[in-house]
């Protein structure tokens, strides 16, 4: 049958014709340069010759136009389909494709017109079964392919979402196990070789479905080149060559808060500050020194007015004695600690201030500094101008409890015996008391319109760890080689010296919502890039970074951290000087020749002068008193020491430790006298020991400072003469110094750490583990109470509290110490790897 037949005006057009496109074939010289007319001729001669063969010539050869027209008929579904799937995993495939490019010698020839044709049953059949036979070796030809592009990677699920999305919709979300970036195959084919941060601002699976979901639109236009299978877009991303992520993440700014929820009731305003940092709180520390500058001040201008306060009754043991020589430090001591706890408060809140600064110069740093003072022998000069005002004017205030006793004597007006102030001292003091009552109204200032960065206070492990779950930065704390040393531990980190706390959102809007999380703002690559603070980086750290030397398998267990005061040589010396010098003094004041009862000589002048200044009153009263309030702060040191690493110590119990005792307990953030009692709910009795007495060692300088005074004996010497009821209660004080710094020898190998946890990133450091950060406990935390419920404080079901335990997992990371939940008893470490010491 030929063509020369067919009705054209009633036949369908074939199925399988090639589309009306332009085709090339070498074209002859002779007729390459004759004129178009001549070749429209040609051309038309040609058609007729081809329409005149007849229809069994229509059967096509195997290598033939029409075979590949055919061909491509049958693939082109499956090309949609992969089309569809690639656009999904985010691959630029461009839509348009280039023309073709004429080869030379070559002429295009003009679109022929379409043969409009049909066909009898015959012929259909014919082809039907040609395409069937064809149909094995165009699979085999799709699955080499495949196999070139991706080996080992199993399409099907995704061409069966492309399937599924094409049909349903763009509402179709993507299969968890193919977005959740902590899927195994997931992670392991895709995250592991392009660096990618699993945890870089999407582990909450809703908010990987959004993602997904949005990415996974049909009716996104491709892009680019083709490429091979990808994993799903989930945003505009970037990596560094470390591995850290840095998303584009927009920070929130206080600006756009207000706008998004002016009246805080979806996203709270992040600016808690703790209780004692408050105005009204601060508003009492200021009122108790102007009370106490009152009293001086008055006490000092009565006396010069009336020549003394009120007659000397004649006894060290009446209550005047009591009255001026002990009540005037026990006041300074309670405005001292009340200072001492601000400070404290201020430096622990201080780092997540700068954090939250939208100034990067202000946050340079901040995640490596202090937490909590490591003592108040010296200042701290960190943090703003307002806080080192404070620190110093705090620090002032040291002298102020030795000023106070020696701030009254008595002295011989009108042939009788008065108590008055002195003079000079009692000025010094209100010149103390007003630089401590300046910054104080300073701070309260700063802090009133301070923007903090906390929704709620981060006073324990677990309250820091909801600040993890969605952040972008913790690919960098997941390394093996962090150092024990601080400067070395902040070179390594050093990516991090420009870290964000405060709320954020996707830089291209495709979550939708915002989160609050510790990540890396946009333009902290470009800081980092020319240096900090305008200063060049160096990227050799072969000066800091040293190999790290090698552990032991309990080394690497445990660590081998303490703080210096917790040490076994400063620790014992300390013991063995107090108490050799305890035993001392309890040898040379009950001797019988030198009875202290009897009083000795002063060897200095105790005469008072027209201002009630007496050297020798003053010397064995100052010098006491200063000497106690030495050992009152280097036993906080030890006291604050402990609070620190006891949360960590429970952690390495062998069965685990619970939520309370472990990850919510603030004995660090506590304050005085607080710290024991919550320290005795959970059973660490050492620490309520511990820091109880601490508290109580303040009486150590008030009494030391009361203890002595110059007065007339029998024989008419003068000599020094003590109150023994002070100097009893003294030496019960003493005595128990010695045993607290006892209490602190034994057991102490519990508290070793890789390294100093009082800063953010060395906490962040032993809290790397993904399945740590990851946990659905501290997603999307609403405050501490929230967390207290997530982690089963005070629950009666039969879930419980929830148990955690420090250490490694063999097998998986042996060599990344973290806080793991205690799932099982296989996750543990042996017993006698993790027995207490």
């Known amino acids: 049958m030929s063509y020369q037949g067919i009705d054209r005006d009633h036949a369908e057009p074939s199925r399988w014709r090639p589309s009306n496109t332009a085709r090339y074939r070498p074209v002859p010289e002779s007729e390459a340069s004759s004129p178009p007319s001549t070749r429209h001729k040609r051309q038309q001669s040609s058609r007729s010759k081809r329409s005149s063969q007849p229809a069994r010539h229509s059967a096509r050869p195997p290598n033939s136009q029409a075979d590949n027209d055919a061909s491509d008929a049958v693939v082109a579904p499956l090309r949609i389909i992969k089309s569809r799937s690639s656009d999904l995993r985010d691959t630029d495939r461009s839509s348009a494709r280039p023309p073709p490019i004429q080869p030379e010698g070559y002429h295009a020839i003009e679109p022929e017109e379409d043969p409009i044709v049909h066909f009898d049953e015959a012929q259909l059949a014919m082809f039907a079964a040609d395409n069937a036979s064809r149909m094995p070796n165009i699979k085999d030809e799709l ?106 993440w927009a920070p929130v700014s206080k600006t756009m808060q207000r706008d998004v929820d002016p009246h805080g009731r979806t996203h709270s305003p992040l600016t808690f500050k703790p209780r004692i940092l408050r105005a009204f709180s601060m508003a009492i520390l200021a009122i ?135 003079q000079p001292v009692v000025w010094a003091l209100v010149g103390l008391y007003g630089i401590l009552l300046v910054a104080t109204v300073v701070l309260m200032v700063h802090w009133l319109v301070q923007w903090t960065g906390l929704a709620w206070d981060i006073r324990s492990i ?16 997941r390394r093996n080689d962090l150092s024990e040393n601080a400067k070395v531990f902040k070179s390594q980190l050093r990516e991090r010296w420009f870290d964000r706390l405060g709320y954020w959102k996707d830089d291209d809007g495709n979550t939708g919502g915002i989160w609050y999380a510790i990540g890396t703002s946009p333009d902290q690559d470009s800081w980092f890039a020319t240096g900090a603070m305008g200063k060049k980086v160096s990227n050799d750290l072969s000066a800091d970074l040293k190999g790290p030397a090698p552990y032991s398998p309990i080394e690497t267990a445990r660590g081998r951290y303490l703080p210096l005061c917790l040490r076994t040589g400063p620790l014992v010396a300390s013991v063995a000087v107090t108490f050799v010098l305890l035993a001392a003094l309890v040898v040379v004041s009950f001797l019988p020749q030198t009875r202290l009862e009897s009083g000795f000589l002063p060897m200095l002048s105790a005469k008072p002068d027209r201002n009630a200044f007496s050297p020798a009153d003053f010397v064995f009263s100052f010098v006491p008193a200063l000497i106690g309030m030495i050992l009152f702060l280097q036993f906080q040191a030890i006291d604050q020491s402990l609070r620190l690493l006891q949360p960590w110590a429970d952690l390495y119990d062998v069965n685990g430790s619970l939520a ?134 005070g629950r009666d079901d039969s879930r419980g509290e929830s148990s955690w335990f420090f250490g490694i997992v063999p097998g998986r990371d042996d060599h990344r110490l973290s806080i793991r939940r205690m799932n099982n008893f296989t996750e543990k470490l042996p017993a006698s790897s993790r027995s207490m010491a």
């Open 462 to 477: 677990g309250d820091l760890l909801p600040l993890l779950n969605r952040s972008n930065a913790m690919a960098s704390y």
């Open 660 to 793: 309370q005792r472990s990850l919510l307990a603030d004995y660090a953030a506590c304050l005085p006298l607080q710290s024991t009692w919550r320290a005795l709910g959970n059973g660490h009795w050492r620490v309520a020991a511990v820091s109880l007495l601490a508290t109580l060692f303040i009486f150590i300088p008030i009494l030391g400072g009361g203890l002595l005074m110059a007065l007339t004996g029998p024989d008419r010497t003068v000599r020094m003469y003590p109150s023994m009821p002070v100097f009893g209660v003294l030496l019960a004080f003493l005595f128990l110094y010695v045993a607290g710094l006892s209490l602190a020898v034994p057991h102490r190998r519990q508290f070793l750490l890789p390294r100093p946890v009082t800063s953010i990133a060395g906490i962040i450091s032993l809290c790397s583990a993904e399945e740590l950060t990851q946990d659905a406990a501290f997603r999307s935390v609403r405050g501490r109470k929230d967390l207290e419920y997530r982690l089963g404080v």
């Open 288 to 422: 108790l020194i102007l009370l106490m500058m009152a009293a001086l001040i008055f006490s000092a201008r009565y006396s010069y007015e009336h020549s003394g306060l009120t007659p000397y009754p004649g006894s060290i043991y009446s209550g005047q004695y009591f009255l001026f020589r002990i009540l005037p430090q026990l006041l300074a001591g309670i405005i001292f600690i009340y200072a001492q706890s601000v400070a404290a408060a201020s430096l622990r809140v201080l780092p997540f201030a700068a954090m939250a600064s939208e100034d990067p110069r202000a946050r340079y740093m901040a995640l490596f500094q202090r937490l909590y003072p490591a003592s108040f022998l010296l200042p701290q000069f960190v943090g703003p101008w307002q806080f080192k005002i404070f620190d110093v004017a705090t620090w002032l205030s040291i002298f102020t409890i030795p000023l106070q006793s020696s701030a009254f004597t008595c002295i011989f007006v009108h042939e009788k015996w008065v108590w008055a102030p002195v």
């Open 143 to 248: 699955a080499l392919a495949a196999g070139k592009v991706t080996p080992g990677v199993d399409d099907t699920p995704y061409i069966q979402y492309a399937l599924q999305a094409l049909v349903s919709g763009p509402n179709t979300s993507l299969p968890s196990h193919l977005a959740s970036g902590s899927s195994e195959g997931y992670s392991e084919r895709y995250g592991s070789a392009r660096g990618f941060d699993e945890s870089a601002g999407y582990s909450s699976p809703s908010h990987q479905d959004r993602v997904a979901a949005e990415d996974a639109r049909p009716d996104s236009p491709p892009q680019g080149p083709p490429s091979p299978i990808q994993p799903p877009r989930r945003s505009t991303a970037s990596f560094d060559p470390t591995g850290a992520s840095t998303s584009r």
